[in-house]
């Protein structure tokens, strides 16, 4: 019984001090941005990794869910005689939630692992320790320049994804469904004309899907760099590590989108 | 101890007791590093039971003993990258382990660290290698830094021309250790620390690797701690010699005096 209470109080007590850790890491990782010395180049390669490295599955990602939606909803809409709204429905599901969401997911996939592994060996083979020795703080140096292409990165992905799957959505609605390109067009910016506008402008809509991707950006980051940088036990825990990384990054996205939802809501569209 | 061993470990210290010129160097008695009834343990693990211990300037002090005897933590300890339970670490007459972060960086910057497998980083070539301290560290010009690059690398028998350009995985093990010294060395550190430098090494390259060390010890007058199981090897480089086991040392004196020694541990280890 002493052994399952002391073994209940060690594990309450490791997952205490790594949520602990991984808030003060990434504070400090944030706050390195600000102050001197910036590793520009390490920020730019990285945004050249997570950025341009991802654009193809962010573009295939964008394209197929655009095509699904407008393909799942015609077989409902079409049954009502409404298949004229499939536009605002795309436009509406893309922009808000598919577009960021599946996006950073994606992202997350490729890119948090491929950060937790470089860490991780970096930590397994004395790379970190190295760093160290050389008075260089690891957090500055590795995190704070993934954190900052992640954030850069991120939107300007969502972006994508949202124009391409509604390019997708038109391409089978014209298509497949037989509905004019002008409709469709004209439902998706109804729709996004209908959530207002922030500063006259930005619709708010546009404004909250790409608010996500900055969440979205520094969740993949910190993770993705708390577990490369927490890893043990050689290359089967650089492995464990990249796993890790993924799955706690895609579950926080999705945890963290539904409150960010309803915070936005409240935030940009009250009485909702 | 046989007289022939004997002799050749006089050697080599009479060889340590010159300077490059062949003059006597003068007996150091600054202390560089001092431990102090250090004490650390991971968990239920002890790893360092009382550990005290100096380092003199411009000496070669060997710290000896069995994997996973505590060793490479006191390196760790003695760059702050671990934190003692309790006793004292001073570096240059400071406490290592009362000082902030940003300090403890400062401190870092006057020290070098061999690593056992170099850890060279790897996404980088031997030019931003030996390059990344001098970059991070000083204000030096591109162009001073490649001389220094340059300079560091033709110090470690490496050719500058043929390596700068390659990346770490493209290097030999010995090779990879040699640039490591040369990053070590790049800012001129007053103290270097190796842990476990000639381990994974071919015999050939471990002897151009000692008188490496031997070279930095007599041309550059570095104060230096090394770490290693191949006590063999460190008594070609080392003035005197510490022996770790389970934690506590348990031999102070010179290699002459250790194989000489007794004690059936010290014996056993040696043999």
Known sequence: MASIEATVNLRVRRATTGVLDYFVLAGRATAFAFSRPFYFRDGLVQMDRIGVGSLPIVLLTGLFTGMVLALQSSVELTRFGADIYIGNLVGASMVRELGPVLCALMVTGRAASGIAAELGSMRVTEQIDALQSFGTDPIRKLVTPRLMAALVVLPVLTLIADVVGILGGLIISVFRIGITADAYLQGVLNTLAESGFVFGFFPKDFVTGLLKPLVFGAILAHTAAYYGLNTRGGTEGVGLAATRAVVTSSVLILAVDYFLTQVLLVVLRPGI | ?271
């Open chain 2, 1 to 271: 101890m046989s007289s022939a061993a004997g002799e050749y470990l006089r050697g080599i210290r009479e060889e340590l007791a010159r300077d490059e010129a062949g003059r006597p160097r003068p007996v150091p008695d600054e202390i560089v590093i001092r431990l102090s009834d250090v004490r650390l343990s991971f968990g239920d693990l002890v790893v360092l039971d009382g550990v005290s211990l100096d380092v003199r300037r411009g000496e070669t002090l060997m710290i000896a003993g069995e994997s996973g005897s505590g060793k490479s933590t006191i390196l760790k300890l003695i760059l702050r990258l671990l934190r003692p339970d309790a006793g004292e670490i001073s570096v240059f007459g400071e406490d290592v382990a009362h000082l902030t972060f940003v300090e403890a960086l400062d401190l870092r910057r006057q020290i070098g660290m061999v690593f056992q497998n170099a850890a060279l980083f790897d996404s980088m070539s031997i030019y931003e290698n030996v390059a990344y301290p001098l970059r991070e560290n000083t204000a030096l010009s591109e162009d001073e830094i490649e001389h220094t690059v340059r300079e560091r690398l033709d110090f470690v028998d490496l050719d500058p021309d043929q390596v700068m350009a390659q990346l770490p995985s493209q290097l030999s093990g010995g090779m990879r250790k040699r640039v490591g010294i040369a990053r070590a060395i790049a800012t001129n550190p007053r103290v270097i620390l190796y842990d476990e430098p000639t381990s994974g090494l071919d015999p050939l390259t471990v002897g151009t690797f000692n008188a490496l060390m031997r070279k930095l010890q007599r041309e550059l007058h570095v104060t230096s701690l090394l770490v290693t199981h191949d006590i063999r090897e460190g008594f070609r480089v080392a003035n005197r010699v510490n022996l770790l086991r389970a934690g506590r040392i348990v031999f102070r004196g010179t290699p002459e005096e250790m194989v000489a020694a007794r004690d059936p541990y010290i014996t056993a280890f040696l043999s």
